[in-house]
């Protein structure tokens, strides 16, 4: 017989008939006349519930269907006469194809802590919650690809080994295979990494950008959707060392096309989300309402998920510069009362503080800032006309903080070669880069989405760690 899935079993398209299930059970409880056994096999938060009748299953039949156990159950799928669910399957044959012993087992009925699960990260796929994230981050990817598929652009698949820094904030992890008690060296005594597996040193990508701009240049619309590497010490709800980033690359399209599109996306695939994984995000919105409550009232959400996800879809994004940003800052009661940790005055970076402050206090919704100074940018954005300010723009969430980074490419090779001269980034490293600007080279812009912030703002989940199946932050990458 051929094994069904429980969300395909929940539809009762089966009802009448005899099936075969196969899943992990979740919990079992019962009497001495019958057993309830829910069983879940990660097609839908629901679980299916099996009846086993004492008259077919004695005790001894069912001692080892305990929580976590994998089984296969046989039987009549038929409408439920209890609450809680429409279908059930009436039991006529159970194997344990795996045990779990329930003295050693860690996950329990009751309700376990997110740090806990964090630690035993293999195994919290079987929970509710994480469940329910991990289905939602497969939809959010599956959008992803969907969307731009649907626009033309072409999925390119950028290098993760490089020996270049395309954000030039050096926070990179090397690649290497020389000994590290003995590497060769250059006589002036620097490690020698000519000698090395590349034939010069290399490390993980921050970013696929600068290849897919190359690659912009030939599709016209181009996206990447990788894992990328940063090895900066930020210990916040908000950082990985490695997370996954969605940057697509457009020939031709300047700031505001940009905007508008990052705008379209983001709407695109939390639609797609709440289309495809409406239970698993009402679940995920109980779940932070019961946090909520355990909360100080200023400090509780003034809508749900579900209200807030709506919203977002509904609404449009504002729009502005970063100048007016700091005007508002400056003009803010928040600023006056000396409430922001960090400075504010023209030309420093937005802190999240500012940026949450802008987001949740000052417009309540997602904001799109742009044309912010440049020496706090990186190299390749377009200088403005005012030769102080960039063709950037950031995209920040409620709850989030900065959720996407962009911007015009400075596409003007004798401005790109002086601006990467300033930071103190060799002509002869990024030749094949400048080579687009020389050849063909025409206005272009793009965007890089953080996957995972993206997939905290859909869920709700308030640390990053539990966004990503095995996160890798400082002082840990255990699984
Ligand atoms: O703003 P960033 O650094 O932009 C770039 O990397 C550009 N090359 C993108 C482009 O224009 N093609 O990073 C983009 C986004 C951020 O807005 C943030 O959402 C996410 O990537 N991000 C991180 N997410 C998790 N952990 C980190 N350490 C992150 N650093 C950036
Ligand atoms: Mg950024």
């Known amino acids: 017989m051929q094994r069904i899935k429980v969300k395909d079993l929940l539809t009762g398209a089966e009802a009448g008939k005899e099936v075969l299930l196969k899943g992990w059970v979740r919990t079992k409880r019962g009497n001495k006349f019958v057993s309830f056994i829910a069983v879940n096999d990660g097609s839908t938060i629901n679980n299916l519930q099996v009846v086993a009748e004492a008259e077919k299953f004695s005790e001894e039949a069912l001692k080892d269907v305990t929580t976590g156990a994998a089984i296969a159950v046989t039987g009549e799928l038929v409408a439920s006469q209890g609450k809680g669910q429409a279908y059930e399957v009436q039991a006529t044959r159970i194997e344990v194809l795996g045990k779990a012993d329930p003295e050693t087992y860690p996950l329990q009925k009751k309700a376990h802590s997110l740090e806990f699960l964090r630690e035993i990260a293999h195994l919290r796929f079987r929970t509710n919650t994480f469940g329910a994230v991990f289905r939602v981050r497969n939809a959010l990817a599956f959008a992803v690809h969907r969307f731009f598929n649907e626009k033309g652009f072409v999925y390119m698949h950028t290098p993760i080994v490089t020996a270049s820094d395309a954000e030039g904030a050096g926070e990179m992890f090397r690649v290497t295979t020389l000994d590290p008690i003995n590497p060769p060296l250059t006589e002036s005594g620097a490690v020698n990494y000519a000698e090395d597996f590349f034939g010069k040193a290399t490390n993980l990508t921050v970013s696929g950008q600068l290849e897919g701009e190359l690659a912009a240049m030939a599709f016209s619309d181009i996206y990447t959707f990788g894992p990328t590497f940063r090895a900066e010490n930020s210990n916040t709800t908000r950082h990985l060392a490695e997370f996954w980033m969605i940057e697509p690359e457009m020939a031709f399209y300047d700031l505001k096309m940009t905007a508008d599109l990052a705008e379209e996306f983001i709407k695109y695939i939390i639609r797609y989300a709440l289309e495809h994984n409406r239970e698993d995000i009402e679940f995920l919105g109980q779940r932070l309402a019961e946090e909520d409550k355990a909360k100080p009232q200023h400090e509780r959400q003034e809508m749900t998920l579900l209200e807030k996800l709506e919203f977002v879809v509904n ?69 403005n006309d005012d030769g102080k300010t960039v063709a950037a723009m950031d995209i920040l969430a409620p709850g989030i903080g900065e959720i996407v980074g962009g911007s015009q490419r400075e596409e003007r090779l004798d401005l790109l070669v002086e601006r990467m001269k300033g930071v103190g980034i060799h002509e002869e490293e990024l030749w094949w880069y400048l080579d687009t600007r020389r050849f063909g080279g025409c206005p272009h812009a793009g965007f890089g989405l953080g996957f995972e912030r993206m997939v905290q703002f859909v869920t709700g989940m308030g640390n990053i760690r539990d966004v990503i199946p095995f996160p890798r932050t400082p002082q840990n990458a255990e699984f």
Do not use: C
């Not at 940003?325 to 009362?337: F, G």
């Open 315 to 383: 609404n449009s994004f504002e729009r502005i510069t970063y100048t007016e940003a700091i005007d508002i800052l400056l003009n803010s009661n928040h600023y006056k009362k000396k409430k922001f940790q960090y400075d504010v005055s023209w030309g420093v970076d937005l802190q999240s503080e500012h940026e949450r402050y802008l987001v949740e206090k000052h417009f309540k919704k997602p904001v799109v800032v742009t044309d912010y100074p440049k020496d706090i940018k990186a190299f390749y954005m377009r200088l």
